[in-house]
């Protein structure tokens, strides 16, 4: 029974529609937290979680050597790589894979300020939502907020970077070699296109990783704040 009123006063608490009277028949628990320190806490976790993400990803090998996010080709292509390797020319199949990968972490270079900007139009109810909400619910909200303009930014990144370090002309001859084999179907796949939606995919999946750990795990809520906030969090789910 106690656990169950202790729930109650916190959904009241940060619902704001707790009553003084109400309030005072219960623990006197994070009381002093407002809804000003929620909002400010979950955008101080939500801007720690992409700036050390975001700065992993764009990296060199941020993509290639993380096994959780690195782009392999797609399914149209994986015939391809492998009629390449059979013809001795796997370098070359290699080579066109780092590129990929290489051009997504050129483009999470731009992803910092979009988050940033996703984050600071935060409302409070925003805030409550993804502090009581599913485990990923600040990735959902991030994804919700900022996948659009994600894609406008990272696509011509991405196209620049192909140009940039020759991967349209390393793609252009492995696609080429290819449709000259005998037998086979004739590909001509939109990479870039392709790139930037693994690229995304790959910045979501690794803030959902840092938004578990600072779920889960107490050494990764590194402020006085942070621990504030998110023991409702803990309370609530008991």
Do not use: C
Not at 14 to 25: D, E, F, V
Not at 122 to 142: R, S
Not at 206 to 216: D, P, Y
Not at 217 to 224: C, F, G, V
């Amino acid at each position: 029974m106690k656990k169950h009123i202790l729930n109650l006063s916190f959904i009241l608490l940060i619902g704001g529609i707790s009553t003084p009277k109400l309030m005072a028949q219960l623990p006197k628990i994070n009381s002093t937290i407002s809804q000003t320190e929620i909002s400010k806490g979950l955008k101080e976790a939500l801007n720690n979680g992409i700036t050390k993400q975001v700065t992993k990803l764009a990296a060199k090998d941020g993509f290639l050597k993380n096994e959780a996010v690195k782009i392999m080709l797609p399914e149209e292509l994986k015939t391809v790589d492998k009629k390449l390797r059979q013809f001795g020319m796997g370098k070359l199949a290699d080579e066109g894979i780092e590129l990929l990968n290489r051009a997504a972490e050129d483009a999470v270079k731009e992803a910092t300020p979009i988050f940033v900007d996703a984050v600071k139009q935060m409302t409070f109810t925003d805030a409550k939502n993804i502090l009581l909400g599913n485990e990923n619910a600040a990735t959902v909200y991030l994804q919700k907020n900022t996948t659009t303009h994600l894609y406008a930014s990272f696509n011509p990144v991405i196209k620049k970077s192909f140009s940039k370090v020759g991967a349209d002309k390393v793609w252009s001859e492995i696609i080429k070699k290819y449709n000259s084999l005998p037998l086979v179907k004739k590909v001509n796949p939109d990479l870039t296109d392709y790139t930037t939606n693994k690229a995304m995919e790959g910045v979501f999946k690794m803030i959902a990783v840092e938004e578990n750990e600072i779920r889960t795990k107490l050494p990764s809520r590194n402020s006085d704040l942070l621990k504030k906030i998110f023991v409702l969090q803990d309370k609530i789910k008991l």
